[in-house]
């Protein structure tokens, strides 16, 4: 994956942090 500006990072960090979001609801969710 190649970064050529500024907002693809910004987006592919947004990304991330909603995946890790989605980790810690299904984990409590889980518990």
């Given at each position: 994956?190649?970064?050529?500006?500024?907002?693809?990072?910004?987006?592919?960090?947004?990304?991330?942090?909603?995946?890790?979001?989605?980790?810690?609801l299904?984990?409590?969710?889980?518990?």
């Amino acid at each position: 994956m190649r970064f050529d500006n500024a907002s693809t990072v910004v987006y592919y960090c947004l990304i991330q942090m909603n995946i890790i979001n989605l980790g810690i609801l299904a984990h409590i969710d889980a518990g």
